[in-house]
């Protein structure tokens, strides 16, 4: 299992994140 943490803005979201801002 991968984990992708997406940083939105000054949100941390760990998901598969497929837009990165």
């Known amino acids: 299992m ?3 943490s997406c940083r939105v ?3 941390v979201y760990l998901r ?3 837009f990165e801002t």
């Open 16 to 18: 598969s994140c497929q």
């Open 9 to 11: 803005g000054r949100y």
């Open 2 to 4: 991968v984990m992708s």
